[in-house]
Protein backbone atom coordinates (compact mmCIF):
# COMPACT_ATOMS: atom_id res chain seq x y z
CA UNK A 1 0.00 0.00 0.00
CA UNK A 2 1.42 3.69 -1.19
CA UNK A 3 1.05 6.34 1.74
CA UNK A 4 -0.74 9.38 0.64
CA UNK A 5 1.90 11.98 0.92
CA UNK A 6 0.99 14.75 2.68
CA UNK A 7 0.18 18.36 0.85
CA UNK A 8 1.61 21.53 1.83
CA UNK A 9 1.52 25.01 1.25
CA UNK A 10 4.29 25.61 -1.33
CA UNK A 11 7.69 26.88 0.49
CA UNK A 12 10.40 28.57 -0.46
CA UNK A 13 14.53 27.84 0.68
CA UNK A 14 16.09 30.73 3.12
CA UNK A 15 17.30 32.35 -0.08
CA UNK A 16 14.27 32.38 -1.48
CA UNK A 17 12.48 34.24 0.58
CA UNK A 18 15.07 37.01 0.85
CA UNK A 19 14.65 37.37 -2.78
CA UNK A 20 11.37 37.43 -2.30
CA UNK A 21 11.43 39.94 0.80
CA UNK A 22 13.60 42.06 -1.64
CA UNK A 23 10.48 42.13 -4.34
CA UNK A 24 8.42 42.87 -1.17
CA UNK A 25 10.00 45.69 0.17
CA UNK A 26 9.87 47.76 -3.12
CA UNK A 27 6.44 47.05 -2.96
CA UNK A 28 5.93 48.54 0.43
CA UNK A 29 8.01 51.26 -1.20
CA UNK A 30 5.39 52.07 -3.24
CA UNK A 31 2.62 51.95 -1.14
CA UNK A 32 4.20 54.51 1.08
CA UNK A 33 4.76 56.76 -1.87
CA UNK A 34 1.58 56.26 -3.19
CA UNK A 35 -0.33 56.95 -0.03
CA UNK A 36 1.96 60.36 0.35
CA UNK A 37 -0.08 61.37 -2.98
CA UNK A 38 -3.04 60.33 -2.76
CA UNK A 39 -4.53 63.85 -1.78
CA UNK A 40 -7.99 65.21 -2.31
CA UNK A 41 -7.77 66.21 -6.15
CA UNK A 42 -5.38 63.68 -7.43
CA UNK A 43 -6.86 61.14 -10.19
CA UNK A 44 -5.94 57.40 -9.72
CA UNK A 45 -3.78 57.82 -12.90
CA UNK A 46 -1.62 60.18 -11.38
CA UNK A 47 -1.09 57.52 -8.58
CA UNK A 48 -0.65 54.57 -11.36
CA UNK A 49 2.32 56.27 -12.91
CA UNK A 50 3.95 57.13 -9.29
CA UNK A 51 3.85 53.66 -8.44
CA UNK A 52 5.27 52.03 -12.03
CA UNK A 53 8.05 54.73 -11.55
CA UNK A 54 8.61 53.74 -8.02
CA UNK A 55 8.80 50.16 -9.17
CA UNK A 56 10.73 50.20 -12.37
CA UNK A 57 13.82 52.55 -10.88
CA UNK A 58 14.41 50.17 -7.63
CA UNK A 59 15.25 47.78 -10.63
CA UNK A 60 11.67 45.47 -10.85
CA UNK A 61 9.25 45.31 -12.70
CA UNK A 62 5.03 46.35 -11.93
CA UNK A 63 3.63 42.73 -11.35
CA UNK A 64 -0.09 43.59 -12.49
CA UNK A 65 0.83 45.81 -15.82
CA UNK A 66 -0.57 43.82 -18.53
CA UNK A 67 -1.55 40.55 -16.45
CA UNK A 68 -4.23 39.47 -18.27
CA UNK A 69 -4.75 42.88 -19.50
CA UNK A 70 -4.98 44.85 -16.84
CA UNK A 71 -3.82 48.41 -18.02
CA UNK A 72 -2.26 49.85 -14.42
CA UNK A 73 0.51 49.16 -12.23
CA UNK A 74 -1.41 49.37 -9.38
CA UNK A 75 -5.10 48.37 -8.42
CA UNK A 76 -6.75 51.90 -6.97
CA UNK A 77 -10.19 51.22 -5.44
CA UNK A 78 -12.35 53.53 -4.13
CA UNK A 79 -14.99 53.68 -0.92
CA UNK A 80 -17.72 50.75 -2.63
CA UNK A 81 -14.88 49.42 -5.08
CA UNK A 82 -13.59 46.83 -3.46
CA UNK A 83 -10.19 45.14 -5.43
CA UNK A 84 -9.19 45.95 -9.09
CA UNK A 85 -9.95 48.80 -9.55
CA UNK A 86 -8.08 50.30 -12.76
CA UNK A 87 -6.63 53.57 -12.53
CA UNK A 88 -7.69 56.23 -14.51
CA UNK A 89 -9.77 59.55 -14.48
CA UNK A 90 -11.60 59.58 -11.15
CA UNK A 91 -10.35 61.96 -8.55
CA UNK A 92 -9.67 61.66 -5.08
CA UNK A 93 -12.23 63.77 -2.84
CA UNK A 94 -11.78 64.45 0.51
CA UNK A 95 -13.18 61.61 2.88
CA UNK A 96 -12.60 58.92 0.45
CA UNK A 97 -11.90 55.24 1.97
CA UNK A 98 -8.88 54.87 -0.93
CA UNK A 99 -7.82 51.19 -1.12
CA UNK A 100 -3.79 50.69 -3.04
CA UNK A 101 -3.02 46.90 -4.04
CA UNK A 102 0.73 46.69 -5.70
CA UNK A 103 2.45 44.08 -7.13
CA UNK A 104 6.48 44.02 -8.14
CA UNK A 105 8.90 41.22 -9.92
CA UNK A 106 12.32 41.16 -8.77
CA UNK A 107 14.61 39.04 -10.37
CA UNK A 108 12.09 36.29 -11.21
CA UNK A 109 10.32 36.70 -7.71
CA UNK A 110 7.22 38.24 -6.65
CA UNK A 111 5.51 40.73 -3.61
CA UNK A 112 2.42 41.63 -3.16
CA UNK A 113 0.61 44.12 -0.46
CA UNK A 114 -2.21 45.79 -0.17
CA UNK A 115 -3.64 48.57 2.45
CA UNK A 116 -6.69 51.29 2.71
CA UNK A 117 -6.38 55.10 4.15
CA UNK A 118 -8.25 57.61 4.04
CA UNK A 119 -7.89 60.93 1.74
CA UNK A 120 -8.25 63.37 4.84
CA UNK A 121 -10.74 62.46 7.86
CA UNK A 122 -12.92 59.60 7.59
CA UNK A 123 -16.16 59.01 9.03
CA UNK A 124 -16.15 56.71 12.29
CA UNK A 125 -17.56 54.00 10.59
CA UNK A 126 -15.06 54.09 7.78
CA UNK A 127 -11.86 53.88 10.43
CA UNK A 128 -14.01 51.40 12.02
CA UNK A 129 -14.54 49.32 9.16
CA UNK A 130 -10.34 50.31 8.14
CA UNK A 131 -8.84 49.25 11.64
CA UNK A 132 -10.91 46.11 11.47
CA UNK A 133 -9.65 45.14 8.12
CA UNK A 134 -6.12 45.98 9.37
CA UNK A 135 -6.62 43.58 13.07
CA UNK A 136 -7.80 41.26 10.96
CA UNK A 137 -4.73 41.29 8.68
CA UNK A 138 -2.63 41.18 11.65
CA UNK A 139 -4.58 37.80 12.83
CA UNK A 140 -3.95 36.20 10.08
CA UNK A 141 -0.27 36.58 9.81
CA UNK A 142 -0.48 35.38 13.69
CA UNK A 143 -1.69 32.14 12.45
CA UNK A 144 1.12 31.31 9.57
CA UNK A 145 3.48 29.06 11.66
CA UNK A 146 4.15 25.13 11.49
CA UNK A 147 2.10 22.73 12.35
CA UNK A 148 -1.64 24.58 11.25
CA UNK A 149 -3.22 24.43 7.97
CA UNK A 150 -4.61 27.27 5.07
CA UNK A 151 -7.76 27.00 6.56
CA UNK A 152 -6.47 27.86 10.11
CA UNK A 153 -5.23 30.85 8.81
CA UNK A 154 -8.43 31.41 7.15
CA UNK A 155 -10.27 31.29 10.34
CA UNK A 156 -8.08 33.52 12.23
CA UNK A 157 -9.28 36.05 10.07
CA UNK A 158 -12.89 35.09 10.59
CA UNK A 159 -13.11 35.06 14.27
CA UNK A 160 -11.00 37.97 14.45
CA UNK A 161 -13.52 39.92 12.30
CA UNK A 162 -16.06 38.66 14.59
CA UNK A 163 -14.44 39.53 17.74
CA UNK A 164 -13.98 43.48 16.12
CA UNK A 165 -17.88 43.30 15.15
CA UNK A 166 -18.47 43.06 19.55
CA UNK A 167 -15.88 45.57 20.20
CA UNK A 168 -16.99 47.97 17.20
CA UNK A 169 -20.66 47.67 18.00
CA UNK A 170 -21.04 47.08 14.08
CA UNK A 171 -21.69 44.22 11.79
CA UNK A 172 -18.66 43.95 9.14
CA UNK A 173 -19.58 41.87 5.64
CA UNK A 174 -16.86 39.58 4.56
CA UNK A 175 -16.51 39.57 0.94
CA UNK A 176 -17.34 36.39 -0.34
CA UNK A 177 -15.10 34.74 -3.21
CA UNK A 178 -12.56 36.94 -2.69
CA UNK A 179 -9.33 35.92 -0.83
CA UNK A 180 -5.83 35.36 -0.67
CA UNK A 181 -3.12 33.20 -2.65
CA UNK A 182 0.09 31.17 -2.32
CA UNK A 183 2.75 33.04 -4.08
CA UNK A 184 6.41 33.10 -5.36
CA UNK A 185 8.19 32.72 -9.05
CA UNK A 186 4.18 33.55 -10.04
CA UNK A 187 2.27 36.06 -8.54
CA UNK A 188 -1.19 34.14 -8.17
CA UNK A 189 -0.49 30.05 -6.90
CA UNK A 190 -2.69 27.36 -5.87
CA UNK A 191 -3.80 27.18 -2.84
CA UNK A 192 -6.52 29.89 -2.57
CA UNK A 193 -7.08 31.51 0.84
CA UNK A 194 -10.57 31.88 2.61
CA UNK A 195 -11.23 34.73 4.39
CA UNK A 196 -13.19 32.79 6.64
CA UNK A 197 -14.33 29.01 7.12
CA UNK A 198 -13.74 26.02 9.59
CA UNK A 199 -10.22 25.02 10.95
CA UNK A 200 -8.16 22.19 10.49
CA UNK A 201 -8.50 21.84 6.56
CA UNK A 202 -6.62 22.04 3.91
CA UNK A 203 -2.52 22.27 3.08
CA UNK A 204 -0.38 22.17 5.68
CA UNK A 205 2.15 24.91 6.43
CA UNK A 206 5.63 24.09 7.04
CA UNK A 207 9.11 26.22 7.51
CA UNK A 208 9.07 28.64 4.19
CA UNK A 209 5.70 28.49 3.04
CA UNK A 210 4.47 31.72 1.54
CA UNK A 211 0.65 33.23 1.50
CA UNK A 212 -0.90 36.48 0.39
CA UNK A 213 -2.86 37.22 3.17
CA UNK A 214 -5.48 39.77 2.04
CA UNK A 215 -8.89 40.15 4.02
CA UNK A 216 -11.73 42.22 2.41
CA UNK A 217 -14.47 43.85 4.77
CA UNK A 218 -17.35 46.24 4.20
CA UNK A 219 -19.90 47.87 6.00
CA UNK A 220 -22.63 45.98 4.32
CA UNK A 221 -23.41 43.29 2.54
CA UNK A 222 -21.10 39.92 1.16
CA UNK A 223 -22.22 39.87 -1.70
CA UNK A 224 -20.11 41.73 -4.91
CA UNK A 225 -20.62 42.99 -8.55
CA UNK A 226 -18.20 43.73 -11.32
CA UNK A 227 -18.38 46.88 -13.56
CA UNK A 228 -18.49 47.14 -17.21
CA UNK A 229 -14.63 47.17 -17.52
CA UNK A 230 -14.59 43.47 -16.65
CA UNK A 231 -12.52 43.96 -13.58
CA UNK A 232 -13.59 46.46 -10.85
CA UNK A 233 -15.22 44.95 -8.17
CA UNK A 234 -17.73 47.05 -5.95
CA UNK A 235 -20.47 45.74 -3.30
CA UNK A 236 -23.73 45.28 -4.69
CA UNK A 237 -25.37 47.50 -1.67
CA UNK A 238 -22.85 50.53 -2.54
CA UNK A 239 -21.22 50.24 1.09
CA UNK A 240 -17.67 51.03 1.77
CA UNK A 241 -14.98 48.52 1.54
CA UNK A 242 -11.49 48.03 3.41
CA UNK A 243 -8.70 45.10 2.13
CA UNK A 244 -5.45 45.20 3.48
CA UNK A 245 -2.78 42.26 2.45
CA UNK A 246 0.67 41.12 3.18
CA UNK A 247 2.91 38.59 1.84
CA UNK A 248 3.97 36.12 4.18
CA UNK A 249 6.54 33.34 5.07
CA UNK A 250 6.19 30.46 8.16
CA UNK A 251 10.15 30.54 9.81
CA UNK A 252 11.52 29.19 12.49
CA UNK A 253 11.14 31.96 14.22
CA UNK A 254 7.29 32.69 13.31
CA UNK A 255 5.95 34.32 10.74
CA UNK A 256 7.66 36.89 8.50
CA UNK A 257 6.41 39.51 6.43
CA UNK A 258 8.02 39.81 2.81
CA UNK A 259 6.19 43.16 1.67
CA UNK A 260 7.39 45.39 4.78
CA UNK A 261 6.73 49.40 4.81
CA UNK A 262 9.31 51.99 5.41
CA UNK A 263 9.11 53.02 9.09
CA UNK A 264 6.94 55.99 9.17
Not at 11 to 19: K, Q, Y
Not at 99 to 120: K, R, V
Request: hydrophobic share 40%.
Amino acid sequence: MRLRKRKVVPFRTPGELDAMAAAGAIVGATLVAVRDAAKPGVSTKELDELAETTIREAGAVPSFLGYHGFTGSICASINEEVVHGIPGSRVIQAGDLVSIDCGAILDGWHGDSAWSFGAGELSEADRDLNEAARLTLDAGIAAMVEGNRLTDVSHALETRTRELEREHGRAYGIVDGYGGHAIGNEMHLDPFLPNEGAPGKGPHLVVGSVLAIEPMLTLGTVDTEILDDEWTVVTADGSRASHWEHTVAVTDSGPRILTVRPPE
